[in-house]
């Protein structure tokens, strides 16, 4: 059997296609009161995740390692390379044939690129599951979707002026939203106020600051997670840890992109260990996980690149600290202008210490910047406007092509 669970007749069917618990969550949870809503994933970890958070059984429709010959020719593939097992096909293929037998009315996903690859009967409409600066939203890929959920009027120009000669396809296609990334945040935030406890979970200062660096897998050359021009990986990590914790007395929390997460784990990064204060954040494989949210909510300080962590934190209001890309990022592709950065873009290591003081000094440096960019990039930013995400399901799933 591929998949699990018997869907009723009395509801419409709306199937969540997700990588992480993080994103669509709280979008399930708005949709489950008036629709049937199924989580369909391939990922074991994100199956305890959703346990976590009080799923049962029946809110399941989980695709297996596939059968049994796509399980021995993934295996002999990875030991001997002998077999070009596709993993993205057979997944595909899987969705597509949940898409034929279980019949859904909609797909939702927290993705761009899998659902893209799929044609399906129901509409497939994607959140995305970040707002980076990078080309995500520009990508080709919002095409094969029926539906772009967007955050706001500043991607909707942006994307619109980028595809000038699909003007009219776009404008049926983009729909602004209440972002996913934000959304967590709204619902939760009470939750994540106890500072004491987070430094205890972390082993960090009660009384110092935080610090928390968070870069994307793709920014730098050669598979880096800091710029090229910083040199040695090894030696410039170290170096910060020397400035953040020794020099300036900040907590510092090490939160890598899950594709770079098993690098540090090199016995050339043991002496992290010896440093008080530094935490490395423990990834999940292929996924972001639950515990990100506490630790951007609990930062005071974030260093960052072209990820999406940068507009979200910049909505959570942290003093920021950009480090520029390697070439060849292409800023005239890039979701985000080059010159919407609201905090300081350091080039060399040593300057980081001319800008912590900077913000020690004056605490509200760019602080009117951060506000700008989040008005500008972000619609709907009040637990009032949740409402907004239903009706726009509602009025897709009441569209003549849906029903």
Known sequence: MLYENTMSNLKKKIFLLADSAVDLRFICELLKKNYSVKWVFYNKNLYDDLKKLGYQEKDFIFIRNFNLLSLIKRVLTKMFGILNFNFEKELTDNIKNIDTILKP??????????????????????????????????????FNYDYVFIPGDYHFYRIINFYKHREQELKKKLIISVSPKILSYMKLKNK????????????????????????????????????KNFGSEIISLKKICEILTLENKFNFIIKLHHYHYNKILNTNYNFLKKFKNVCVFKANKNFDSLDSEEVFFNSDIVITDTSG???????????????????????????????????????????????????????????????????????????????????????????????
């Open 105 to 142: 009315d909609l797909w939702i996903t927290d993705t761009g690129n899998i659902l893209s690859k799929v044609e399906t009967k129901a509409p497939r409409a994607t959140f995305k599951h970040s707002i980076p600066y990078k080309k995500f939203f520009l990508a080709k890929n919002i």
């Open 192 to 227: 994540f106020l106890n500072k004491k406890n987070f430094c205890e979970k972390y082993h960090l200062d009660y009384n110092n600051q935080t610090v928390v660096l968070a870069t994307t897998h793709n920014s730098f050359a050669d598979n880096r997670f800091l710029p």
């Open 309 to 403: 962590v940068g507009p979200l934190c910049c909505y959570l209001d942290k003093k920021m600290i950009y480090l520029d890309p390697d070439p060849p990022f292409d800023w005239e592709t890039s979701d985000i202008e080059k010159n919407m950065r609201p905090g300081f873009i350091i080039k060399k290591i040593n300057e980081l210490s001319y800008v912590l003081n900077c913000y020690r000094d004056i605490p509200t440096k760019f602080a009117e910047e951060r506000k700008k960019f989040t008005k500008t990039i972000f619609k709907y930013t009040f637990e009032k406007h949740l409402g907004i995400i239903e009706r726009n399901i509602e009025k897709l799933l009441n569209e003549k092509n849906i029903l």
